[in-house]
């Protein structure tokens, strides 16, 4: 089964610098999907970003952008220009290639201070 | 169609009872998903709907669950002679598997469930 860690518990960051939420994940597949999803208190889970691993060339969402290494099995999240509305718990997770079902890491718990 | 709606957002039940979740995907998913979410913890998987039919279900879901998804649009989670194990939040998610696969997916706001 695929394994996700978010090494990072909490974090915080002020508005308008830039911060990097990381994630590593375990798996033998060579085809599969990456994402984050972020959870504002008390509000729905929302997809920030996607990630297919063929691709060798880093998803950008705005100011979302991530840094995935395949070899390392790394894929972090760099937030720019943060703002107050980033405040929420951020979620990285794996699908297979194959599967339909989304491997959630613990998350990382992120406050954009003022 | 304004997205993924479940009902209720919360509930409150005592230790023994029953319940029931109503998830209603947008509408032209064909696939509908449940997770739980416990505290400090990432959702995970309970089970998987395409169309009118169940294709997956975690080994997290015991035999006190059971979901359903008649005619496949909306779906019903119910939980037997509850426990305080499982209060959790009830995720409902769905995907469209006609448009681009591993897009990912749309969640709910999802079911508060506090078992006392």
């Known amino acids: 089964a695929q394994t996700v860690t978010q090494s990072q518990p909490e974090m915080s960051v002020q508005e308008a610098e830039t911060v990097t939420l990381s994630c590593t994940y375990d798996?033998?597949?060579?085809?599969?999907?990456l994402f984050w999803y972020k959870q504002p208190p008390s509000r729905q889970m929302i997809l920030v970003i996607r990630?297919?691993?063929?691709?060798?060339q880093n998803a950008t969402e705005n100011r979302f952008s991530v840094n995935f290494q395949k070899a390392a099995k790394s894929f972090s999240l760099k937030i720019s220009d943060s703002q107050l509305g980033d405040t929420a718990m951020y979620f990285c997770?794996?699908?297979?290639?194959?599967?339909?079902?989304?491997?959630f890491g613990k998350g990382t718990s992120l406050l954009v201070t003022p | 169609d304004t997205g993924v709606s479940q009902d209720p957002r919360h509930k409150i039940t005592k230790r023994g009872q029953n319940v029931t979740f109503r998830c209603d995907p947008i509408?032209?998913?064909?696939?509908l998903y449940w997770y739980r979410q416990t505290l400090g913890q990432g959702p995970e998987f309970l089970t998987y709907?395409?169309?009118?039919?169940?294709?997956?279900k975690s080994r997290l879901l015991s035999d006190r669950f059971s979901a359903e998804r008649p005619k496949g649009s909306f779906s019903t989670l119910e939980i037997q002679r509850t426990e305080q194990g499982d209060s959790a939040m009830y995720l409902c998610?769905?995907?469209?598997?006609?448009?681009?696969?591993?897009?990912?997916?749309?969640f709910g706001s999802g079911t508060r469930l506090t078992v006392v």
């Open positions: 798996t033998s597949e060579s085809n599969y999907y």
């Open positions: 509408s032209e998913h064909n696939r």
């Open positions: 990630q297919e691993a063929y691709k060798q």
């Open positions: 998610a769905s995907s469209n598997s006609t448009v681009e696969e591993n897009y990912g997916y749309t």
């Open positions: 709907f395409q169309n009118e039919a169940q294709l997956e």
């Open positions: 997770a794996f699908m297979s290639n194959s599967g339909y079902a989304l491997n």
